[in-house]
């Protein structure tokens, strides 16, 4: 691996998994703190340390280390990154890396009590909202990077398709370049004039608005490279080749289209927009639910064709032939398993009726610790374990297998305790995001109990699980450096296969696509809003 490359990579997985580390370190806490097991000195509460966990774990780990790992992929997939890729994105890091460290200094220092996703009227420091923007820019260089390096490839590859993860690459970040727009003018025309005190008052529903136009594709911003090693690195782990090129990109088109004009499904349960709204965009978000199906059934395809291929019998036989007790397989693969009923659970939360039910409980917790915190995080610990030693030129030893199949089992059963137990009390009404309280002595709450002592005793093994992962990258980065090197398996798509049509790569038409669908779902809403919204003057957490 290129070692100016390899830098770069190794730089944002490494911030990612401080990041990780240290968020790790607030979730045990506020764990303990909520479930009235401790208290902390100097004030410290639940809010803030819930505020550190969120924001350090959801969006400085995932974003660091997706950042990373598409540019391991598209330095690999087209060679090695051009001067002007690699200058973009260590500007990115630098940019995000400084916003981050204002963001955490201020959540620290107890002045952005606001959770992860900001909502107002709670009102934080204005410089925790000018980090983010800081954070926000930072990325969409990175992004150009990524763009740019593409273009190149393009232009001096004319009439050939573009390598499939240099592809998905691009489609992640077009993602994240729209969907950030939403969080850019949430945080620069409302939050900050706002928090600054230019403005007295805040249209509370159209922060909330714009908070998910972004917020819903943030989870595909988390997911789809997940699925890029799901469709592109897994077959060649496995001994077999990618079912579809054709169908992958597809997929990936599709999430994108149809990711960002749902937001509306965090606010089923919001007065201010009106059913119809709500209901065109459940309606959109059950059309995304279709290329996590295609998924779901290429990667079959893939485990089945691969097992034949090695002589594998019946209708189920190919599942023996599966190396489980390969971390770089095993570990992605809790995930896809795991994403089956996170998945599910996704489609109650989309329900309009269902909603009601489970809004605002720790089912929805529940549920994003099932997809992100498992399916995604395994995906990327599995990642992580080739991944360094191969931008490090250093070898993935049997030694560091095997602690981390460990790692992965810690991080299953730690979850299966705590988001099952979350699920579970969630349906039977336990709110989310609430601190330490008996509910005045309430029969019902008192039956929560047991539920919550189980999250704290998951949450505990979870945390296990993040130090020995701690523990598995020191020791990658002390083996010596080899003469064997580490692979960066890229798969191949089956012989004889046909290619995607050109259409898959005229962005022009996508995008065109996404920007109608979203001017449909919301430009009628949000006018609505803009003229009928009550402003709120807010208050400050600190
Ligand atoms: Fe979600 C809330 C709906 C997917 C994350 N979601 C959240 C929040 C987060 C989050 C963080 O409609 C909370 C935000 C907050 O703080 O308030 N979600 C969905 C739907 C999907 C979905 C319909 N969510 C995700 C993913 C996330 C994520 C992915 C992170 C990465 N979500 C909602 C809704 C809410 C919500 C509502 C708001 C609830 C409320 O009331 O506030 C879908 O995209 C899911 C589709 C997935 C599938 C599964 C396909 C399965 C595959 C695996 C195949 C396995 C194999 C291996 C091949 C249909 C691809 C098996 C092999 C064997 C041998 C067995």
Redesign the pocket.
Known sequence: FNENDGQLVLTHLLFAFGALLLGGIAGLLQGLVRGGTMKLPHGIGYYQLLTAHGVLM?LVFTTFFIIGFLYSGVSKSTGKLLPRTLALGWTGFLLMGFGTLIAVVFILLNKATVL??FYAPMKASPWFYVALALVVVGSWLSGYGIFYQYYVWRKMNPGRKSPLFSFMSVVTMVLWQVATLGVAAEVLIQLIPWSFGWVDTINVLLSRTLFWYF?HPL??F??LPAYICWYVIIPKIIGGRIYSDSLARLSFLLLFIFSIPVGF??Q??EPGISDFWKFLQ?VL??M??VP??M??FS??AT?ELAGRTKGAKGLFGW?KTLPFRDVRFFAP?MG??I??P???G??I??SYQL?QV???TLW?TG??HL??AS??ALTFFGIAYWLIPAVTNRRMTPRINKLGLWQTWIWIIGMFLMSGSMHTVGLVGSPRRTAYTTYGGAVEAAGWIPYHVAMAIGGSILFVGILLLMYIIIEILRSPKGAEIEEFPIGEEQDGAEEPPKLFERWSLWIGITVVLVFIAYTIPVVDIINNGVNSPGYKTW
């Open positions: 959801a992860y996703t917020g989870v595909y988390w997911l499904h965090h089923l349960m459940v978000t059950l995304v639910v996590s199906l998924t779901a990667l079959f485990f599942v693969f896809m398993v994403f089956i996170a998945g599910a996704g489609i939360n989309a909603d489970v809004h605002n929805v549920h994003f997809t992100v399916s995604v």
